[in-house]
């Protein structure tokens, strides 16, 4: 690195402090000790995070309490070591909805086990559901990832981008715990040929003969709006986002070249994680090439909201009570996972919030 180009970060950096101590569109509220996943808030304001299965956690899900990481629902289920039904094994994507039922959608893959979705009620403390992901609804390459709630229709819409040609949606009843699996191959699912380099370094994994390949990864961002009218998501490699009216997800009268007709183009994003969604109809995503928080306003435009260094992959949002937008950073391309077996992602990470430019509904 030249003097000039040290200079320059070096000055990033002193910016990027500034803006984290409030002066700017987000603020670090937690340095945490284990990589997150993905991050809900309870209507009542509990922040709760799954703990990213690349880290190999000894606690899947875990709430942020008191400053503290503490297992969730408790310490018995949270423990990511067991085969049997109940505890959870992978948990990634987690939603809460508006009683404070918090859903977390388990993608079984540490122990090779049934993928499930999972509601734990916070206010009575007890199991509220237990939905099982079975084949061919998630298939042997199933990575049932993220997800959006329905109120209106009692719904869940998860994104599975599996082994990206055959990446879906999956749609599936909470009150029968009945499940399809829509939109499979379709051109809004499926990645696009665009590679991820972070910090000039790309994003690899190492296969079992020991080779290095750029993955390109289907459908993973998913929201829906808060009248729960469109259901917005779109390939995590890819630089197109799309939606569908959730009245046409939940459908099962229309066939499948019908339903693929309902999805449209809705704007350009970049290579992205989890989004969500406030009352204006702003979309709030990580710009993850280019580690930065961004927004896709209700005229389809993006832009930045922030840019620094510590927004080292943001993962997930999700907002709180009070208007208050929670976000969390993993660098999960430092993990050994995508970086060519080479783990070099180191703690701190970070639990963010960020100033939205609208209320948004908690748990979304």
Not at 6 to 17: D, E, M, T
Not at 81 to 98: C, E, F, H, T, Y
Not at 228 to 246: C, D, Q, T
Request: glycine share 8%; aromatic share 8%.
């Amino acid at each position: 690195m030249n003097r000039l180009t040290k200079f320059s970060a070096i000055l990033l950096l002193v910016a990027c402090r500034a803006m984290a101590d409030g002066n700017s569109n987000f603020e670090i509220l937690a340095n945490l000790d284990k990589g997150p996943g993905n991050v809900t808030a309870t209507p009542s304001g509990r922040i709760v995070m799954s703990l990213h299965q690349f880290y190999q956690p000894q606690y899947t899900v875990v709430e942020y309490k008191n400053q503290k990481l503490v297992p969730f629902p408790n310490q018995e289920l949270a423990a990511a070591d067991s085969r049997s039904a109940l505890k959870l094994d992978s948990v990634l994507g987690i939603r809460s909805d508006s009683n404070g039922v918090v859903w977390m959608l388990d993608n079984g893959m540490r122990s090779g086990v049934t993928p499930k979705l999972v509601g734990w009620n916070t206010q009575t403390d007890k199991l509220q559901r237990l939905i099982y992901l079975p084949g061919p609804i998630a298939p042997k390459d199933a990575f049932v990832n993220d997800f959006a709630l329905d109120a209106a229709r009692n719904h869940a819409f998860i994104s599975d981008p599996a082994g990206g040609s055959n990446a879906a949606l999956i749609v599936v009843n909470l009150s029968t715990g009945a499940a399809r699996r829509v939109l499979e191959g379709h051109t809004s699912v499926i990645p696009e040929p665009v590679d991820l380099i972070i910090d000039n370094v790309p994003v690899q994994i190492k296969t079992t003969s020991g080779n290095l390949v750029r993955p390109h990864i289907g459908v993973n961002p998913i929201t829906e709006d808060l009248n729960n009218e469109w259901v917005y998501f779109g390939p995590m490699h890819g630089h197109s986002l799309y939606r569908i009216k959730a009245a046409d997800l939940v459908n099962e009268t229309l066939t499948t070249q019908a339903l693929a007709g309902r999805v449209e183009r809705y704007s350009d994003k970049p290579i992205s994680d989890g989004i969500s969604i406030d009352h204006d109809n702003n979309i709030y995503l990580g710009d993850l090439a280019n580690n930065a928080i961004g927004v896709i306003n209700p005229n389809r435009s993006y832009r930045q909201l922030a840019q620094c260094p510590r927004l080292s992959w943001v993962d997930s949002f999700s907002f709180g009570p009070d208007g208050r937008l929670y976000a969390v950073v993993n660098r999960l391309h430092r993990s050994a996972a995508l970086n060519g077996g080479d783990a070099q992602a180191k703690p701190p990470y970070y639990l963010l919030q960020v100033k939205a430019l609208a209320a948004g509904l908690p748990g979304r």
